[in-house]
């Protein structure tokens, strides 16, 4: 079939297979430029398709020679439907990974569930035996628990004001003025449910009681604090407790790893495209605004840039790993380095639909929007007849 982009709102409803398979090997040939990294060596990545998650399997396979166990939660594609992109993702990372002589399995299906878990102790033992890196990146609205049954819904809300602030819709290019009603506190317990740090505490909790971990194991959670034009609805609303408490969880993590010289981390990211941001009021405007910025200065990354500095640059280097005052790893350095938040904040209070194209790094948001379903990817010929029926090498 032909496969073209079909939007619904922020969410586009196709992929295109041989895009997101360029995608992915763009990717890798970026980590294999930057050179071998002495890390880890048996990688599980729970939340492994797109996004930070898709850049620490690729790092970690590709920079330290890991054997990598991804889980996520994606559609496949059926007789004229196309997969979701982390589908077509992984069945690029893992046809790489095998064709360079790497283990790679996944697993699809709900990470929060005891029975995912229960698959993911099953293959860790049958093939790997122990782990020495766990990344959690797990980026999901809805989160049953698996103990008490109950289904939460997180929310983006502020707490305690009204916010109003200008947003964009990326697609036509307009500046809006947007307001968002505050919480309620079943909002924030609900939100920290799913996006808190219970979850990953669940899973080193099982990893450890089974025995899959190795002496000096490490877990790294992803996070993001921003800039003080995004904190009303951002940091200091409802996703920012529900990231106050996977950050509190690290530390109980790292306790409960002392007796095997294990620890846990945050690492603090930069804002980028995902399909999670693009939904979130407010953010597209800002990103458009900081790339222009960051792109001029030569500091601009990319989801894969990020974490083979994470990697190579903070986890490996041989030494201890520099964190904040607050015990956290951060690559958001160059995004919030004074001087350009400085700039962002002027452009925010000048821009609007007529100018945002010159101010703005608009188009470059677009892009990274389609290259995360496989569109606008260099290389690639769109109009030729795809097969979207794809399988994943090494599902289990």
């Known amino acids: 079939m032909i496969i073209e982009p079909r939007m619904r709102g922020f ?3 196709t992929a295109h297979p041989t895009g997101c398979a360029q995608n992915i090997k763009n990717q890798i040939q970026y980590v294999k430029s930057k050179g071998p990294i002495n890390g880890a060596k048996k990688v599980l990545v729970i939340g492994a398709s797109t996004g930070f998650g898709m850049a620490s399997r690729i790092t970690s396979a590709f920079g330290c020679g890991a054997s990598t166990i991804g889980v996520y939660f994606e559609k496949p594609a059926s007789e004229g439907k196309t997969a979701s992109p982390g589908w077509y993702n992984t069945a690029a990372f893992e046809k790489e990974a095998h064709a360079a002589g790497l283990y790679a399995k996944s697993i699809n299906g709900d990470a929060f569930s005891n029975e995912i878990k229960q698959k993911v102790v099953d293959l860790i033992k049958a093939d790997l035996g122990q782990i020495d890196l766990i990344i959690y990146s797990l980026a999901s609205p809805v989160r049953t628990n698996p103990v008490t ?13 009204k916010f109003t602030n200008k947003t964009v819709d990326f697609h036509a290019g307009k500046v809006s003025e947007i307001s968002i009603e505050p919480c309620n506190e079943e909002d924030i317990a ?10 990953w505490e669940m899973w080193m909790d099982l990893l450890k009681k089974e025995n899959l971990l190795t002496p000096n194991a490490t877990t790294v959670a992803y996070s993001y604090i921003g ?5 009303a609805v951002y940091r200091k609303g409802t996703i920012g407790r529900a990231k106050d408490h996977l950050e509190k969880t690290a530390f109980t993590i790292s306790d409960k790893l002392k007796d095997l010289g294990g620890k846990a981390y945050v ?15 407010v953010i597209p405007l800002y990103i458009s605004l900081l790339y222009k910025i ?33 015990g956290r ?7 919030l380095n004074p001087k350009v938040q400085e700039e962002v904040a002027k452009l925010w209070e000048t821009a609007t639909t007529e100018n945002l194209l010159e101010i703005s790094d608009l188009e470059g948001y677009r892009s990274d929007f389609y290259n995360l379903f496989g569109f606008k990817i260099g290389g690639v010929d769109y109009t030729v007849d795809t097969n979207e029926l794809v399988d994943v090498p090494g599902l289990v």
């Open 294 to 326: 960051m792109k001029r200065d030569g500091t601009h990354e990319g989801c894969i840039e990020q974490i083979q500095r994470l990697y190579s640059q903070r986890l490996y280097t041989g030494g201890a790993v520099p964190t904040d005052e607050e």
């Open 267 to 281: 690492s603090v990211n930069k804002a980028l495209v995902t399909q999670a941001s693009s939904a979130i009021p």
């Open 190 to 199: 609900n939100t920290i449910a799913v996006m808190g740090g219970e979850d």
């Open 227 to 231: 800039p003080s034009l995004t904190e």
């Open 329 to 335: 790893i951060r690559i958001d350095d160059w995004e």
């Open 11 to 13: 969410i586009c409803l």
């Open 149 to 161: 049954g109950i289904t939460h819904r997180s929310v983006l809300k502020p707490i305690g004001n």
